[in-house]
């Protein structure tokens, strides 16, 4: 157990913005609710997983919709109190602690600004080890754990309950009445056991988090290369350098799709890089040969400052470095690579881990 | 009380289908499962609204979704169980008694289904009068009466439950996953007191369906001009005979959408006759006059035997007669008007009651 201050906060914000790779939302509003969150009801307290009870009931709370209507619609903070209260009202019983879904970008931080408003631990776990666009593309799908009772409550006051027969009906029915509810809601979703949490869940996320955006923040002072830093704490590889020329970005089915183009500087010169993105970066390659794809983590970063840059906040001319992070063992599973394996979103490749990728990548027909 | 045996539902059914105003599904589905619960259950009990003590918790139930998809997608039994027991979960008490929300259509039979079923009284209540398309457009409505909490089941397993802050929220979040489950979907909706439905409530509706039924039944043997007796019945007006010769129907955003022509018979020989129709017939005009609209009830029957004919059992060729009746008293207030007159469906006419219509008509833009 530990107290998250608001340098912990602040830190952990940079981490989930370079593990939501580009989607999960700007951790930037999240933080600012988590920072305000404790100002009124100060610091948090934050669980590792093994300090959960084995029957000790825990329930993940955040944000659901495109990252794109997040940064207008931002939430008023009853929202996330009313999915919980509603689901602790149908299931009789008091949540313990809350857990974040993903360990990047907006969800987050957003279980700790609803932590610290009712007292209540967060656990330092979390469903995916990175950003994912949806619901059921968590590690606890993998294991047979239901989403459902699964609440979405909106900032009119709208409180709808889920009880789904799989997570892919909770997913496609949640993600209409989203739609419905103004495209961003905030839930309280997969309800389960601490054994259960400590089972399927990827452990030290938060932590994780944490450590990068400390790495980054104290590289400047410590003269280091931040994105090599980042490079050795993540295990991950630098794909590409270059200049954004090209974004493409709509809101569709309650997502934020789209591609983005960099021209290569340096030692890439001459080579165009495509990005291509459903909230989160899913697939990277060049001209001709792939470089990495989903469930692998494609982040890009501000060439200087090693900052991670969302797909929201690409903009032309940015120079960034574009980089490669092999994904939890548990999303290179079959299973894994059916629930968000390329085929899933629609590309008709094979998955191939970056680290094989790396350095030749494979060709694209 | 009394109790109802088969051939009150046979009768109830015929009437039905005339009040569902060519909508509200197909009651012959509903019939069938009725008889056949009455056939393994026993009888249904059938309460006065008035026989209903004041505390009572009371509950609608009956089916979401568009006509053309319930003939198709038959309920298993389960689904209004299911959402029914979800919502006494939910609330924490025990139903008393179901009562069905429109007098017309399907959803004036499915109660009494599931009643036999579970062995619970059905009230002889509706909140329509008639058959309208959507969830808010009930005297419970106009009366401040909330339609949430609000469950929906599908017939796979997923149920879902509303909280809404209004109704119109809860016709559209219930409408887009009603969408995604395929298109039709039983509900357990409006539950309140025994006090509520007996004041906001329009009354002894499933037993003007009966009379209704009765009289087309007997006319033949009683040698009496079955359409005659229905007007007289329901305070009706016939507007047009003719021959069905084009129907224009689709499926859209969960309504089933359409027009439909008819060619003067008779007195009427040399006019054309168009009905619109979402769901429920919505405006009966020859080719510059209007002669009924929304909420008065528009009905077609066959011209020889008055037996009801819904939207989706028009064919080309039919003889039928158009018929008029006005609408409960409610229904012609402001808010009545606002919440299911011509302007809700998009037609910009103002609304005329149909007996003043009759015989003349106003002239269309």
Redesign the interface.
Known sequence: MRVLGKQEIEDMAVGAALLGTGGGGDPYIGKLMALQAIEEYGPITLLSVNEVPDDAFVVSTGMLGAPSVMIEKVPNGNEAKEALE?LE??MGKKVFAIYPIEAGGLNSMLPLALAARLGLPVVDVDGMGRAFPEMQMVTFYLDGIQASPFVIADE??????????DNL?AE??AR??T???GGAVMFAVYPMTGRNLKESGIHDSLKLEEEIGRTIRLSKEDNCDPIQEILSLTGGFELFRGKVTDINRKTEAGFLRGTAKLEGLATYKGDVMELRFQNEHLLAKTQDRLLCITPDLIAVVDAETAIPITTEGLRYGSRAVVIGIPCHPKWRTAKGIETCGPRYFGYDIDYTPVETLIGKGVALK
Chains 1, 2 share one sequence.
């Open positions: 509603t009202h149908f009119k006051g709208n409180v709808t309950l889920l009880k789904t027969i009906w496609r029915i209409a009445a739609i419905q509810k």
